[in-house]
């Protein structure tokens, strides 16, 4: 089964940056719409971009989505980060080919971000 594996996370100070990787194994990354979505403690999960072949959407300014199809990888860039940014990341795809594995849904382990000096 295809399967993600995040890196990139850690602790940094407010106004710095990470970016978080999303390797895409076993399978193709191409046929998935890609997201990232977070969520903090107490809170619900947060929708934060996604990136599909149409295109890319940052629901976070300070966040780019991209991708590297002969990479195989997914990334987010998260530059000017804050204290609110901290949240455990995930790396969601979604298969958006026709056929019998359209809609299946597939999530990577998390990735703590914890900004704080």
Do not use: H
Request: proline share 3%.
């Amino acid at each position: 089964q295809v399967q993600l594996v995040e890196s990139g996370g850690g602790l940094v100070q407010p106004g710095g940056s990470l970016r978080l990787s999303c390797a895409v194994s076993k399978s193709i990354i191409s046929l998935y719409d890609m997201r990232w979505y977070r969520q903090a403690p107490g809170k619900q999960r947060e929708l934060v971009a996604r990136i599909t072949g149409g295109g890319s959407t940052n629901y976070v300014d300070r966040f780019t989505i991209s991708r590297d199809n002969a990479k195989n990888t997914m990334y987010l860039q998260m530059n000017s980060l804050k204290s609110e940014d901290t949240a455990v990341y995930y790396c969601n795809a979604r298969r958006s080919d026709y056929g019998p594995n359209r809609g299946l849904e597939v999530w990577g382990q998390g990735t703590l971000v914890t900004v704080s000096s």
